[in-house]
Structures are given as structure tokens and as C-alpha cells.
């Protein structure tokens, strides 16, 4: 059964940081995965997805890697902003399962402060 | 373009009661995807319907049910409430053909609902 974990479950940064988020998953036959931002009582926002045949996927300062093989995925931040701060969560699809069928982590709470 | 879009955005029932809650996908998207949201267990996924058929189902009991149109809206029913429905319950759609193609899923704002 594929489990997908994300660590750490918050992080709090000061404005302007680097930082990177963590998602690993435990059975690598997947098709791809995805990178949401979610903000509090709000729906999920899709920032970036990789097919499983990519090594990263970039979008403004947003950089999200992925290791298929060690199960791994991480999405990297530049220079961190008060308006990041969310819960970002990684979800994969199984490889041969439906895109509409999306396994999540709990989530990195994300607190960037001023 | 519209985005989906979840109605009621929130609701308060009592236990025993039931529930139905709507979706209506981006316009085109045929597969519509609902989630149950909640602090101790996550995101976890119910059911997925393609083309009115329902292509996937999480593990969920059957007082969870769902269906959708002819025109890809998509409505999921909850009977016999229990005090741990209490969620935020997310739809989800995408403009996927085939099982295995790989498109972005976009999701509604919720409904929030609560039973007491």
C-alpha cells in the first residue's frame, strides 16, 4: 500500500530563507507527482507536477525535484516570502491507477515570518 | 475560466441525518474526484467518476456514496451521519481521457461540514 510522508510537519523561517520541503513515498511505481499549496479552509491550489519520467519542474521560485528510484521528492523555495506561508502538501498517483485517484501526505505547515 | 465549484460551501447536520453535497467541474473536465479532509487522518480519497461511471473508490463505508451527470457535475451523498463525518470535503476534477494520462487535478474551495 503506498504511503506518502512529508517531514518536517511545520517549519517556521524568516522572511527572505531558502528552504525545502520533503515528500517520500514508499513504492516508487508511480506516475507522477504533484506539489499543492493548501491556505487555511481553502481548497488546494496545484503548484507544480512531475511525470515520473522527470528529474524536477520549476515554476517562478518554486523547484520541485524528484528521485523516483529513492522514493523522494523536494520542493525548494527561494528567497521565502510572508505570503508562502501554507500548508503545502505532495500527493502521486499510482502508475497504471487514474489521475483522478491522488495519495497525499499530511503536509509541511509553513510559517514564513516578516 | 471557471474554476470548480463546491455548494454549499458550508453545512451543519445532526446526527442519523444525511447530506448531499455538489460539484461542478471546469468546463470540459470529464473525471471528478472527491476527498475527505481532517486534522488527524489527512487527505483521503472517496471516489473518482469518469464519463457518469465511477472509475475508483477509496475505503470508505457504503454510507458514502456519490454519482455524476451527463453533464460531468457531480454529487456526493452521505447517509446516517456520524459525528466523525465532521470534515472538509473536497472535489477534484481533470481533463483526463485515458487512465494513466497525466494532467494537473484542480480542486474546489470545500464544503465544510460539521455534525453535532
Given at each position: 500500500?503506498?504511503?506518502?510522508?512529508?517531514?518536517?510537519?511545520?517549519?517556521?523561517v524568516?522572511?527572505?530563507?531558502?528552504?525545502?520541503?520533503n515528500?517520500?513515498f514508499?513504492?516508487?511505481?508511480?506516475?507522477?507527482?504533484?506539489?499543492?499549496?493548501?491556505?487555511?479552509?481553502?481548497?488546494?491550489?496545484?503548484?507544480?507536477?512531475?511525470?515520473?519520467?522527470?528529474?524536477?519542474?520549476?515554476s517562478?521560485?518554486?523547484?520541485?525535484?524528484?528521485?523516483?528510484?529513492?522514493?523522494?521528492?523536494?520542493?525548494?523555495?527561494?528567497?521565502?516570502?510572508?505570503?508562502?506561508?501554507?500548508?503545502?502538501?505532495?500527493?502521486?498517483?499510482?502508475?497504471?491507477?487514474?489521475?483522478?485517484?491522488?495519495?497525499?501526505?499530511?503536509?509541511?505547515?509553513?510559517?514564513?515570518?516578516? | 475560466?471557471?474554476?470548480?465549484?463546491?455548494?454549499?460551501?458550508?453545512?451543519?447536520?445532526?446526527?442519523?441525518?444525511?447530506?448531499?453535497?455538489?460539484?461542478?467541474?471546469?468546463?470540459?473536465?470529464?473525471?471528478?474526484?472527491?476527498?475527505?479532509?481532517?486534522?488527524?487522518?489527512?487527505?483521503?480519497?472517496?471516489?473518482?467518476?469518469?464519463?457518469?461511471t465511477?472509475?475508483?473508490?477509496?475505503?470508505?463505508?457504503?454510507?458514502?456514496?456519490?454519482?455524476?451527470?451527463?453533464?460531468?457535475?457531480?454529487?456526493?451523498?452521505?447517509?446516517t451521519?456520524?459525528?466523525?463525518?465532521?470534515?472538509?470535503?473536497?472535489?477534484?476534477?481533470?481533463?483526463?481521457?485515458?487512465?494513466?494520462?497525466s494532467?494537473?487535478?484542480?480542486?474546489?474551495?470545500?464544503?465544510?461540514?460539521?455534525?453535532?
Amino acid at each position: 500500500k503506498q504511503e506518502v510522508t512529508q517531514i518536517p510537519a511545520a517549519l517556521s523561517v524568516p522572511e527572505g530563507e531558502n528552504l525545502v520541503l520533503n515528500c517520500s513515498f514508499t513504492d516508487s511505481a508511480i506516475y507522477n507527482l504533484q506539489w499543492f499549496r493548501q491556505d487555511p479552509g481553502k481548497g488546494l491550489t496545484s503548484l507544480l507536477l512531475i511525470q515520473s519520467s522527470q528529474r524536477e519542474q520549476t515554476s517562478g521560485r518554486l523547484n520541485a525535484s524528484l528521485d523516483k528510484s529513492s522514493g523522494r521528492s523536494t520542493l525548494y523555495i527561494a528567497a521565502s516570502q510572508p505570503g508562502d506561508s501554507a500548508t503545502y502538501l505532495c500527493a502521486v498517483t499510482h502508475d497504471g491507477g487514474s489521475q483522478g485517484n491522488l495519495i497525499f501526505g499530511k503536509g509541511t505547515k509553513l510559517s514564513v515570518k516578516p | 475560466k471557471a474554476g470548480v465549484t463546491q455548494t454549499p460551501r458550508y453545512l451543519i447536520k445532526t446526527r442519523g441525518q444525511q447530506v448531499t453535497l455538489s460539484c461542478s467541474p471546469i468546463s470540459g473536465h470529464r473525471s471528478v474526484s472527491w476527498y475527505q479532509q481532517t486534522p488527524g487522518q489527512g487527505l483521503q480519497f472517496l471516489f473518482e467518476y469518469f464519463s457518469e461511471t465511477q472509475r475508483n473508490k477509496g475505503n470508505f463505508p457504503g454510507r458514502f456514496s456519490g454519482r455524476q451527470f451527463s453533464n460531468s457535475r457531480s454529487e456526493m451523498n452521505v447517509s446516517t451521519l456520524e459525528l466523525g463525518d465532521s470534515a472538509l470535503y473536497l472535489c477534484a476534477s481533470s481533463l483526463v481521457g485515458q487512465v494513466g494520462s497525466s494532467t494537473n487535478a484542480f480542486f474546489g474551495q470545500g464544503t465544510r461540514l460539521t455534525v453535532v
